[in-house]
């Protein structure tokens, strides 16, 4: 499934729901890791070019509130670093 591809229904958008810590709270994103997996196939240039990268395509699948939007991008820069420490 591709970043221009939206989940065909509700089950299938639930099977991409992954947990991420932010701010302490545990929370679904959906879509997380082909978001990571797009991200890493851009091969961009420092963490700043990372991060909006991330936040944008975080922001076509889920709600982001505008108040926790900075912990959104850390905790997404977290998973995004340790997605490069898997084979």
Do not use: F, W
């Not at 299938?12 to 701010?23: D, F, H, K, T, Y």
């Not at 900075?70 to 820069?77: G, I, K, Q, S, V």
């Amino acid at each position: 499934m591709g970043y221009d591809d939206k989940p065909c229904c509700a089950a299938e958008a639930l099977r991409q729901i992954r947990q991420v810590r932010i701010n302490g709270i545990m929370t679904g994103i959906t879509m997380v890791d082909e978001i990571i997996t797009a991200v890493r196939a851009q091969d961009l240039a420092g963490d700043p070019a990372i991060r909006e990268a991330l936040m944008k395509r975080v922001k076509v699948y889920n709600y982001v509130p505008p108040a926790v939007e900075n912990h959104y991008a850390e905790a997404l820069m977290a998973e995004y670093r340790a997605s490069l420490l898997k084979p």
